[in-house]
T-cell receptor
């Protein structure tokens, strides 16, 4: 079945440092979505990438979809304590009758002053 | 809109007990799904539904039943709870079940933390 790996599992940075998490799939993806989950909270949708090589920005967050649509990355510039949480990628695959999300294992980000 | 609501927030069961986790959404979404979240394993899809009367299995369906009699509600039933079902359960909904649309945003409920002793 669909496998989605995320690295690293955990990263601890000082406020102001950059952060990147990588998502790799064993198969070519239709789309990929990114979610953020704060400690004790629920996943919140950040963005969806659809096109090969697509790059999207949301303020300090930059999302990239690989040319082969098998990998993706999320880069945060100049992290802040509000960025603390776990970031998940989710591979969207279509079965013809419905689309399913297969979540990566997540990268937990800790930011300290 | 209340969005996606889940009840209860916390539950402790004994092995063999049954219970139903409730999920409701007021956004008229077609697609609803249940995930479980375990440490280090991300979220895994249990069951999903593309509309009232239509359900299908996800990645880890064993031990769980679902039904979708209305657009708004999608309860998850544990028939005979086992310690391996100790987890945090999230319900999610989205407007459409076709990939590629911006309306594929999944809205998650606040979760139910279940412990089976």
């Amino acid at each position: 079945g669909q496998q989605v790996m995320q690295i690293p599992q955990y990263q601890h940075v000082q406020e102001g440092e950059d952060f990147t998490t990588y998502c790799n799939s064993s198969t070519t993806l239709s789309n990929i979505q990114w979610y953020k989950q704060r400690p004790g909270g629920h996943p919140v949708f950040l963005i969806q990438l659809v096109k090969s090589g697509e790059v999207k920005k949301q303020k300090r967050l930059t999302f990239q979809f690989g040319e082969a649509k098998k990998n993706s990355s999320l880069h945060i510039t100049a992290t802040q304590t509000t960025d603390v949480g776990t970031y998940f990628c989710a591979a969207v695959t279509s079965t013809g009758t419905a689309s399913k999300l297969t979540f990566g294992t997540g990268t937990r980000l800790q930011v300290t002053l | 809109n209340a969005g996606v609501t889940q009840t209860p927030k916390f539950q402790v069961l004994k092995t063999g007990q049954s219970m139903t986790l409730q999920c409701a959404q007021d956004m008229n979404h077609e697609y609803m799904s249940w995930y479980r979240q375990d440490p280090g394993m991300g979220l895994r899809l249990i069951h999903y539904s593309v509309g009232a009367g239509i359900t299908d299995q996800g990645e880890v369906p064993n031990g769980y039943n679902v039904s979708r009699s209305t657009t708004e509600d999608f309860p998850l039933r544990l028939l005979s709870a086992a310690p391996s079902q100790t987890s945090v359960y999230f319900c999610a909904s989205s407007y459409s079940y076709y990939s590629g649309f911006d309306t594929d945003t999944q809205y998650f409920g606040p979760g139910t933390r279940l412990t089976v002793l």
